[in-house]
C-alpha cells in the first residue's frame, strides 16, 4: 500500500522578518546608548615619573560610617568641615588632603571633600587599606 501526501512540507525558511527584527534591534541600541550620560569623578591618576613632588603637610581626613568627620585628629560633624579645611588650606600653601573612608561611608561626604578640595586647588590622595 503506498500512500502519498498531498501536500509536500517544504524545509525553506524566510529570513527577511528576521533580519527586520535585527535591524530595529540595532537602531534602538545604537539610539539609546548614545542618551546615557556616565556620573563619575575624574580621577588623575598618575604616571611613572622620576620628579618628586615637595609636600609640607597632609591633612588626614577621615570618614566615618556614621557620616562623622576626623579632620586631624579632631572629631566633627559634616556642617564644620569645610571651615576648618579652609583653615588650614590658607595656612599653608602645599597641603594635601589625605582622605580615607570606612566601608560603610556614604560616597556623598567623600564627593563633598572632593569638591571642597577641587575647589580650593588642593590635591586628594586616597588612602585605601
Known amino acids: 500500500m503506498a500512500l502519498k501526501r498531498r501536500t509536500k512540507i517544504s524545509a525553506s525558511f524566510s529570513m527577511s522578518s528576521m533580519t527586520d527584527i535585527v535591524f530595529l534591534l540595532l537602531i534602538f541600541f545604537m539610539i539609546t546608548s548614545t542618551m546615557v550620560h556616565p556620573n563619575a569623578i575624574k580621577l588623575l591618576i598618575p604616571r611613572k615619573s622620576t620628579k618628586k613632588v615637595v609636600v609640607e603637610k597632609y591633612v588626614n581626613v577621615r570618614i566615618t560610617a556614621s557620616s562623622r568627620f576626623v579632620v586631624d585628629g579632631k ?55
Open 75 to 129: 572629631w566633627m560633624g559634616s556642617d564644620k568641615v569645610e571651615n576648618s579645611l579652609l583653615n588650614i588650606f590658607t595656612r599653608n600653601d602645599k597641603t594635601i588632603i589625605k582622605l580615607r573612608t570606612d566601608a560603610n561611608a556614604s560616597t556623598g561626604d567623600a564627593a563633598r571633600v572632593l569638591d571642597i578640595a577641587e575647589s580650593n586647588g588642593v590635591k586628594v590622595i586616597l588612602d585605601i587599606r
